[in-house]
T-cell receptor, first 114, second 112 residues
Framework: AQKVTQAQTEISVVEKEDVTLDCVYE???????LFWYKQPPSGELVFLIR??????QNEISGRYSWNFQKSTSSFNFTITASQVVDSAVYFCALSNQAGTALIFGKGTTLSVSS | ETGVTQTPRHLVMGMTNKKSLKCEQHLGHNAMYWYKQSAKKPLELMFVYNFKEQTENNSVPSRFSPECPNSSHLFLHLHTLQPEDSALYLCASSQGLAETQYFGPGTRLLVL
């Protein structure tokens, strides 16, 4: 069975702090995809990144970076120099090669105060 | 309009009402999805359509009835709902089944 665990329910930081959101996944598939989505208070899920299981390179996009480690089944997300606009619920998700369903974690609520 | 749109954004209905949620994608995608997001549960997949054909029904009660007349439009018909069906209903689309899903803003449903 596939499963995504986001152990951090809520995180509060002050602006300019760095913050890492943890994601641990379980799957028996050799080919799978990992995602991060951001859900601001408006409700829409905003796609941030997709990574396939054969690409373990870390990725950086502006203040965002992702660390994919198959050895620990983790796909962690770091926001550098956090800003108030980063306040949202962040979801990690997993799909298999067939891609019919995204399995979501329960989400981590990030609150950034000024 | 661009991306994935959903109407209405908010809906209040009684348990005996019949209503429909609409989703439209302007991305030229072939697959569309309905998800339910309740307050205390992870996002749950409800239905998947690929090229207008339903490919997955995730054991959803029959009071929820999806319809996909074409690859750009997806409906969720609601009938005799229960208060526990109150949730945010999210629509998504993707180019193909294994591709990245892009979400609409959701319909926040309250069943009284």
């Amino acid at each position: 069975a596939q499963k995504v665990t986001q152990a951090q329910t809520e995180i509060s930081v002050v602006e300019k702090e760095d913050v890492t959101l943890d994601c641990v996944y379980e799957t028996r598939d050799t080919t799978y995809y990992l995602f991060w989505y951001k859900q601001p208070p408006s409700g829409e899920l905003v796609f941030l990144i997709r990574r396939n299981s054969f690409d373990e390179q870390n990725e950086i996009s502006g203040r965002y970076s992702w660390n994919f480690q198959k050895s620990t089944s983790s796909f962690n997300f770091t926001i550098t120099a956090s800003q108030v606009v980063d306040s949202a619920v962040y979801f990690c998700a997993l799909s298999n090669q067939a891609g019919t369903a995204l399995i979501f974690g329960k989400g981590t609520t990030l609150s950034v105060s000024s | 309009e661009t991306g994935v749109t959903q109407t209405p954004r908010h809906l209040v209905m009684g348990m005996t009402n019949k209503k429909s949620l609409k989703c439209e994608q302007h991305l030229g995608h072939n697959a569309m999805y309905w998800y339910k997001q309740s307050a205390k549960k992870p996002l749950e997949l409800m239905f998947v359509y690929n090229f207008k054909e339903q490919t997955e029904n995730n054991s959803v009660p029959s009071r929820f009835s999806p319809e996909c007349p074409n690859s750009s439009h997806l409906f969720l018909h609601l009938h005799t709902l229960q208060p526990e069906d109150s949730a945010l209903y999210l629509c998504a689309s993707s180019q193909g089944l294994a591709e990245t899903q892009y979400f609409g803003p959701g319909t926040r449903l309250l069943v009284l």
